[in-house]
């Protein structure tokens, strides 16, 4: 990517009425998940569940899919009216000057939101920080049962991939690597003052 991507800028695979996030769980619960196309009733509902458009800051979180408990990872489609609502009622998950008023303000805002923003380095092929951000969303309460039970079009099992991509770049033919990335572009949000892009 060039240098002219902004700071913070949400990048996703999406349609006209998708957009594609990614999680990764134990295969008790992404197996199941991707078999169904939907989230097994184990998956609890009232915990905070984070989801990442960043295919590559999902890699980075998940190590590829090695790490204990995340061994599966899912390419979760969800309504972009779903994702455009989460984005109307986040806040973020931490005080930024100039978004808040104060810091009794941010608080109050986010004892309200059920769903909360971190905007973490985005990643490279080699899971290197990049000088930009990639968005995270946290959802709770009756985010998370929204997204669990009305927003998902469809899960996907992307383990396979993942691991060939990091096999790639190990065998050093990141051409190859780059090229079964998932496609992300900006994700036509609009100004999101209130989570400071």
Known sequence: MSDD???RQIRAAHTGTTITVYQAYSPALGVPAARD?????????????????????????????SKAGQETVLAVEITREGFDRALREACLSHYARGVHADRAAWKEALRAAPVRV????????????????SLQLGLSGPASRAYADEWTVGIRDVTGLAREIRGLIGSGDEAAARALLPEET????????H???
């Open 195 to 197: 989570l400071g892009a």
């Open 186 to 193: 900006p994700y036509p949000a609009g100004p999101l003052p």
């Open 118 to 133: 971190q905007w973490d380095p985005e990643r490279d092929l080699r899971l290197n920080p990049l000088p930009y951000r």
């Open 5 to 7: 991507v902004p700071n």
């Open 37 to 65: 196309g939907r989230f097994p009733p184990a998956w609890k509902r009232e915990r905070m569940t984070w989801i990442k458009p960043s295919f590559l800051w999902m890699m980075y979180r998940c190590g590829w899919g």
